[in-house]
C-alpha cells in the first residue's frame, strides 16, 4: 500500500499539534506524558516535532486526557481553515 503524500496544509496542521502539545506538557517530561498516555517516548517526540504529522485519533485523545486539553482545544488550534469560536454550553 503506497500512502498518498502529504499537503504542505496537512504538515503545517502537525506542526500546530506538536507545538500545541510541547506547551501543553510544559516542564513535565516528555517520558512522564508519554507513559501516562500509553506512549512510548520516540511517538510522542516524533508527534511534537512534527515528523509524525497525521497521529492516531486515539493517539491524540490520550495526549488530550494526559495534558488536559480538551478535544475542540485540539481541533481548534490545529485545523486546517479556522473555525468558529466555540459556543459556552
Do not use: H, W, Y
Amino acid at each position: 500500500m503506497v500512502r498518498t503524500p502529504l499537503t504542505p496544509e496537512e504538515r503545517e496542521r502537525g506542526e500546530r499539534l506538536g507545538r500545541l502539545l510541547r506547551t501543553a506538557r510544559g516542564e513535565r517530561s516528555m517520558v512522564e506524558v508519554a507513559a501516562n498516555a500509553g506512549l512510548s517516548a520516540e511517538t510522542l517526540r516524533k508527534i511534537e516535532t512534527g515528523r509524525a504529522p497525521t497521529p492516531a485519533f486515539f493517539t491524540v485523545s490520550a495526549l488530550a486526557v494526559t495534558l488536559d486539553l480538551s478535544l475542540d482545544e485540539v481541533a481548534q488550534a490545529c485545523a486546517l481553515v479556522p473555525l468558529a469560536p466555540l459556543a459556552p454550553v
